[in-house]
């Protein structure tokens, strides 16, 4: 169902993949939208390494939503910053796309955890986090995405 990567020696291996899915704290979500046309756009995601299921946090209304009503299928992008050799131009990062099925999280506790795990991704300020999970956390909307295929490859940009 999912094509091989056409510059194999370019692939990163699982591990690697896994690892740019739990350091990089944004990525690239797309959707197909009602209309048809693929909608991505920017989020923040947490990576659980227990279940290997990625998560989202984001309103509860708009044109997300609207596409999740169409179609359970997302694709989501992550790279790593990358880095120049001495004396080369060229971008050296790594990117992985995952393939899978995305849905909404309805267990309140489940919705804490991924809302704190978010957090947690840019402060250790358990005050700060607190605060946002009693005034944000009951008009948020929590998202799975279960992976269905995950790959990854270094790109030079030379």
Same mark, same amino acid.
């Given at each position: 169902m999912?094509k ?12 690697? %993949?896994?690892?740019?899915?739990i ?7 797309? *959707? ?32 997300k939503?609207? %596409? ?11 790279m790593?910053k ?7 131009w ?5 990117s ?10 309805n ?19 358990q005050?700060y986090?607190?605060?946002? *999970? ?25």
């Open positions: 999912f091989k990567m056409r510059r194999f020696k370019q692939q990163l291996t699982q591990e690697k %993949c896994i690892e740019i899915l350091n990089e704290p944004h990525g690239v979500l797309s *959707l197909i939208s009602d209309t048809g046309y693929p909608y991505g756009f920017p989020i923040t995601h947490w990576y659980d390494e227990k279940n290997g299921h990625i998560y989202f946090h984001g309103a509860k209304e708009g044109h939503m609207d %596409c999740l009503k169409q179609c359970d299928k997302a694709s989501f992008c992550v790593n990358g880095f120049k050799k001495d004396g080369e060229a971008i050296h990062y790594q992985v796309i995952v393939f899978g099925k995305i849905h909404m999280v267990d309140p506790d489940k919705v804490k955890e991924i809302c704190t795990q978010l957090c947690l991704k840019f402060t250790d300020d005050e986090i607190n605060h946002e *999970l009693k005034y944000s956390g009951p008009s948020v909307l929590c998202l799975e995405f279960i992976p269905e295929h995950i790959s990854g490859k270094i790109v030079e940009e030379s």
